[in-house]
């Protein structure tokens, strides 16, 4: 599966912005859909994941209550929600699909073996 990414942008502490992943080449239905992020300077950081058939979402405690992580299986598609925006948020965010990933490694990056190429987040006054 190819994973495009897109949405990413500047915004000002407080604001939103919705990234979108869209697949190709095979439906997200039976893949693990995730969000990850990497800021400069540290490590590829879980964001949210979403089932493999849908469902409630997952999110890492810094992003709970302002992100959500959402899907559209007739775009083929998996949206994150980011409101509330903060500083510490700025990164490169990444989309991710599996289709072997287990709940307890769901948060692990090297879990995950299609990527999108990423998207830049700046927020910032």
């Known amino acids: 599966v190819q994973l495009q990414a897109s949405g990413g942008g500047l915004v000002q502490p407080g604001g939103s912005l919705r990234l979108s992943c869209t697949a190709s080449g095979r439906t997200i239905n039976g893949y693990v859909m995730a969000w990850f992020r990497e800021a400069p300077g540290k490590e590829r950081q879980f964001v949210a994941r979403?089932?493999?058939?849908?469902?409630?979402?997952y999110y890492a405690d810094s992003v709970k209550g302002r992100f959500t992580i959402s899907r559209d299986i007739a775009k083929n598609t998996v949206y994150l929600q980011m409101n509330t925006l903060e500083p510490d948020d700025t990164a490169v965010y990444y989309c991710?699909?599996?289709?072997?990933?287990?709940?307890?490694?769901?948060?692990?990056?090297?879990?995950?073996?299609?990527w999108g190429q990423g998207t830049q987040v700046t927020v910032s006054s």
């Open positions: 991710a699909a599996s289709s072997t990933v287990i709940t307890s490694t769901s948060t692990s990056h090297n879990a995950y073996a299609y």
């Open positions: 979403v089932g493999r058939y849908g469902g409630t979402g």
